[in-house]
C-alpha cells in the first residue's frame, strides 16, 4: 500500500519569493509520482510527473520537482511566484500495473500576495 | 478535443434521496476513474473501469454507492439514500491506460454534492 504526506497544509508567501511545497511518500514497491495543480473552482491539471529517468522534472508554469528515493520525496519548488499560482497542490502516486488509482496527499494550498 | 465533462456541475439534495452523477470520459480513453474529495481532504479513489473488465470497486465507501460505464464511454455513479458524509466535490478522471509511457489521469471538473 502506498501513502502521502505533505508536510505543509498552507504556504503563504509574498510574490517574487521562491516557494517549496513538501511531499513525502510511502511505499514497500517502486511508484511513479505526480504533482496536480487545482483552481479555484476548476478540475485537477497535471503539473508535473516522475515516470523514471532524471530525478530533476520540469512541469508547467515554471514548476519542478526533485524525486529523492533515500528520502522518499518529491518536493515541488518553483523560484519565483505569480499571484496567478495561488492554488491547491496536491501530491500523488501510483504503482506501476495499469488501472492503479492514483493515491493523493491532503494537499498544500499555495497563497500568493502583493 | 474536448476533456472529461460532468453533469451537474452542482448537486444540492435531500438525506435520504438517491442521486446520479454522469461522466464524459475523453474520447477513446479506455480507463475511467471516480474520485471523492471531501472538504479539507485529498481525494479518496472509489471505482476503476478498464475496457469491459470486471471494475475495480475496492474504493467504494458502503453498499450506497455503485457505479456503472457502457463500454468505453458514459459513466454514471450513484448513492443511493445520501447520508451528510456523502457531501463532497465526486471527480471523474480518463487515461489512455494500457498504452506505454502514458499514465496522466485527466479530471473533470467535478460535481459539488451537497447533501441537507
Known amino acids: 500500500a502506498q501513502s502521502v504526506t505533505q508536510l505543509d497544509s498552507q504556504v503563504p508567501v509574498f510574490e517574487e519569493a521562491p516557494v517549496e511545497l513538501r511531499c513525502n511518500y510511502s511505499?514497500?514497491?517502486?511508484?511513479?509520482l505526480f504533482w496536480y495543480v487545482q483552481y479555484p473552482n476548476q478540475g485537477l491539471q497535471l503539473l508535473l510527473k516522475?515516470?523514471?529517468?532524471?530525478?530533476l522534472v520540469k512541469g508547467i508554469n515554471g514548476f519542478e520537482a526533485e524525486f529523492n528515493k533515500s528520502q522518499t520525496s518529491f518536493h515541488l519548488r518553483k523560484p519565483s511566484v505569480h499571484i496567478s499560482d495561488t492554488a491547491e497542490y496536491f501530491c500523488?502516486?501510483?504503482?506501476?500495473?495499469?488501472?492503479?488509482?492514483?493515491?493523493f496527499g491532503k494537499g498544500t494550498t499555495l497563497s500568493v500576495s502583493s | 478535443g474536448a476533456g472529461v465533462s460532468q453533469s451537474p456541475s452542482n448537486k444540492v439534495t435531500e438525506k435520504g434521496k438517491d442521486v446520479e452523477l454522469r461522466c464524459d470520459p475523453i474520447s477513446g480513453h479506455t480507463a475511467l476513474y471516480w474520485y471523492r474529495q471531501r472538504l479539507g481532504q485529498g481525494l479518496e479513489f472509489l471505482i476503476y473501469?478498464?475496457?469491459?473488465?470486471?471494475?475495480?470497486k475496492s474504493g467504494l465507501p458502503s453498499d450506497r454507492f455503485s457505479a456503472e460505464r457502457t463500454g468505453e464511454s458514459v459513466s454514471t455513479l450513484t448513492i443511493q439514500r445520501t447520508q451528510q458524509e456523502d457531501s463532497a466535490v465526486y471527480l471523474c478522471a480518463s487515461s489512455l491506460e494500457g498504452t506505454s509511457g502514458t499514465y496522466e489521469q485527466y479530471f473533470g471538473p467535478g460535481t459539488r454534492l451537497t447533501v441537507t
Open positions: 473501469f478498464q475496457g469491459n473488465s470486471a471494475p475495480d
Open positions: 511505499s514497500s514497491v517502486s511508484v511513479y
Open positions: 500523488a502516486v501510483s504503482g506501476y500495473q495499469a488501472g492503479t488509482a492514483l493515491i
Open positions: 516522475y515516470l523514471s529517468g532524471s530525478t
